[in-house]
Structures are given as structure tokens and as C-alpha cells.
């Protein structure tokens, strides 16, 4: 166990797991998601990377954007110390050995065979360092015939599991997702593993190795789905929202083009607060709309007539109007809206990272408050190799 925390020198106010060492061999989003939590919650995690750098660094480039800072490296890698090693050479994996002694917690996202060939799959650091929580995060697991394939989150998280077809009306394109959504499921599942062993380790002494996916997470995710194909053999397609089977749970537009959901699952409950929000109680003496069934048969008419209400009044008229009637709603807002949203600024939703080249600047916070331990200020994401010297002195490798 590492007597080095991050709360000293980074400003963070949350230390739950001040003392805990993370050494990390981490790349691109979900792995190093999952540090990221670990050092905004007071672990010291050491990012070791290749001397040219974790490649995410330089995503925006690759991607053809040109030479841009990448905000999402930031978010995911902050408060961390990075330690450039060739774990090709001798000097390299002798530096990592000892890394990993002092270590409560190995994670990596790398592929099984590229671990195997350094000396680090899990089975053999596990057998070098039985109280060491050995944490693996793959595309598709660590077994089976696609063990090695590489699994970025559109593969193995959104289209190997079904949620890129299930989100999409039945023979329609599959639908286009962000990069790293995926991703930070993934992460959390890492995260919520390798807690749990830490709390046995505490019990038994011993380590063990936690292992999670991205296509097991994807499929975690969407599990509502799976069990109800799996248990009737069949299951409903996405819809149009012109032709949504549940009217109260759908998207609407105000007349300035603002979009937001109602959120009435309970059909029959919220029916009448939404006729009243509206001004149209004759809604609810109408047949055709009587009860969920009759509503779900007939909601292409429902739908076009709640259309033609929500087009008539700016989003500020509805905002009071479903305030006074008690209607269950939410916005749906551009992400420069969820920028300025009160409510998220009220939940602690953005954090102060302190910048080496500048002002500190606003980013995403991490999901999880401790109270009475707000996160409001953590340390920045480490250049590359930034700490080599410093924490190789720590463990005897450099006077």
C-alpha cells in the first residue's frame, strides 16, 4: 500500500481512498475512465504509458481535426501521475515489477495477448502478487475466440450487444453513437469490481482478479431488452415518435424549437395532468383515448393532436403551465444548455481542474458525491512521463 495520496498536491478535497496505489497501463477511454475515478477519490494512480504517449492524446489529430487539445485525455486522466516506460526493453518491465509491488490495484485495458507477451496477463500477476487486485478491461472478455479482437465502444459496447439496432425502428440504419459513452459505463463497471474486491481483500488478506467488458457492460445495459426477447421470443421494435406506442413517453417541439419529453410512463395517472396543461379536457372523455390500451392503439392521433398544443407556445409557457399541473417532463437540451443548467451546477455536476499553463478550467465531475467531501478543485491531466523520475525515486529506482 502506497503512504503517497493526491490530495496534497493536487488540491483534492476527497480523499476515501487516500493511501490506495493504483499503478494503471491504460490507453484510449474506458480503462483510463476508471482511474480517473479512482484518483478523484483520493487514490494515487500512476498512468504508465509508452514514451510517445497514451495515443488518445492525440485523437483529435488522427481523427483529421488537426493539432487541438483533447478535452475527454483531460477528463479521464486527471490527477493522476504518468510514468513513461519501454516495457520492451529490460529497464522498462524492471521499473514496472517494482510499480507493482507497492500497488493495491493493477488495472489495464489491454488486449490478452499483448499482456501475455509482457509477462503481465492477469494469471501471472496475480501469481507474482497474490494481494494485488489485478482489474481487466476488454472488448470481449478474456476468454473465448474473440478474447483478442480490438473492441473500441462502437463495436463491442454499442453494436456487438444490439443497442445501436434496438435504438432504431426495425430494418432502419443503425444509429450513430458519441465516442466514450460506452466507454464510461465500462469504466464504472471496473470501478464498482475492484472496489468490491478491495473491501474482501480487507476481509481475506488476498487479491483476486476482476474482470469486465465492453460488450458485457453493453449488455448489462440493455438487459431490459435481452430478458424480454429471451423470455417471449420476440421484441417490439423502436418506433417513429409520429408513431410511438405510448404517447406520454415521447418527444415534443415548442414554438421556438425547443425539444423536451414527457415522461408520464404511468399513462393513466398523467393523462389528466397533461389535458389540463394543455387546455383540452375534452381529451379525456374521448374513446379513442379512455385508458393505455385504447391510447396505445390510437397514438398516432394522440400524438399529432399533443403536437399541434406543444408547436403553439414557447418552451417558457410550457415550463409553467406543466409546473402548475404537475406534469412529469424534461427538457431536452443542447449540451451548451446543460452547460449553463442550474440544476446540474446545484448537484456539484462540473469540478475546477488546475491548469499548469493557465487558468484553472471547468470540466465534468465525476457521478459520485461523498458529503460533507464536495470535489470542487482536482489536479490537471499529466503530460507525458511528467512524474518518471519522481515516483522511480519512490521505489528505488532512481537516487
Known amino acids: 500500500m502506497s503512504d503517497t495520496t493526491s490530495g496534497d498536491s493536487t488540491g483534492n478535497e476527497v480523499q476515501v481512498l487516500a493511501g490506495i496505489r493504483v499503478v494503471e497501463l491504460t490507453m484510449w477511454i474506458a480503462g483510463p475512465s476508471a482511474g480517473g475515478l479512482l484518483a478523484d477519490w483520493g487514490a494515487d494512480v500512476i498512468k504508465v504509458e509508452p514514451p510517445s504517449g497514451d495515443p488518445q492524446r492525440n485523437i483529435l489529430g488522427a481523427m483529421g481535426y488537426g493539432d487541438l487539445p483533447v478535452p475527454g485525455f483531460a477528463l479521464d486522466n486527471r490527477g493522476k501521475r504518468s510514468v513513461a516506460l519501454d516495457l520492451a526493453t529490460d529497464e522498462g518491465r524492471t521499473a514496472m515489477e517494482k510499480l507493482l509491488e507497492t500497488a493495491d490495484v493493477f488495472l489495464t485495458n489491454m488486449r490478452p495477448k499483448s499482456l501475455a507477451g509482457l509477462g503481465l496477463s492477469p494469471e501471472q500477476v496475480h501469481e507474482r502478487h497474490p494481494r494485488l487486485i489485478v482489474t481487466t478491461i476488454t472488448g470481449y472478455g478474456l476468454d473465448g475466440p474473440d478474447a483478442d479482437l480490438p473492441g473500441y465502444d462502437i463495436g463491442a459496447f454499442w453494436a456487438r450487444t444490439g443497442i445501436a439496432r434496438d435504438l432504431v425502428p426495425r430494418n432502419a440504419a443503425p444509429v450513430g453513437v458519441r465516442g466514450g459513452l460506452g466507454d464510461h459505463y465500462t469504466g464504472l463497471s471496473a470501478t464498482a469490481g475492484l472496489l468490491a474486491a478491495l473491501v474482501e481483500r480487507g476481509r481475506t488478506g488476498k487479491g483476486r482478479i476482476v474482470e469486465t467488458s465492453l460488450m458485457r457492460t453493453g449488455l448489462w445495459a440493455i438487459g431490459h431488452q435481452v430478458v424480454i426477447q429471451e423470455t417471449f421470443g420476440r421484441l417490439e421494435s423502436a418506433k417513429p415518435r409520429d408513431i410511438a406506442p405510448v404517447p406520454l413517453v415521447n418527444s415534443y417541439e415548442t414554438s421556438d424549437g425547443h425539444w423536451f419529453w414527457l415522461i408520464g410512463l404511468e399513462a393513466d395517472r398523467h393523462f389528466p395532468t397533461v389535458a389540463a396543461a394543455i387546455e383540452q379536457p375534452g381529451l379525456l372523455t374521448d374513446e379513442r383515448f379512455a385508458d ?96 518518471t523520475d519522481e515516483v522511480l525515486r519512490e521505489i528505488g529506482l532512481r537516487p
Open 292 to 387: 393505455a390500451k385504447t391510447r396505445k392503439q390510437n397514438s398516432s392521433v394522440l400524438i399529432a393532436v399533443l403536437d399541434e398544443a406543444f408547436r403553439s407556445q414557447p418552451l417558457a409557457h410550457w415550463k409553467e403551465m406543466f409546473a402548475r399541473h404537475d406534469v412529469w417532463w424534461a427538457p431536452a437540451q443542447t449540451m451548451a444548455e446543460v452547460l449553463e443548467d442550474p440544476q446540474v451546477h446545484a448537484t456539484g455536476g462540473f469540478v475546477q481542474v488546475a491548469n499548469p499553463d493557465g487558468d484553472p478550467y471547468r470540466s465534468v465531475n465525476n457521478p459520485i458525491n461523498f458529503r460533507g467531501s464536495p470535489l470542487r478543485n482536482t489536479g490537471p491531466s499529466p503530460k507525458v512521463g511528467q512524474h
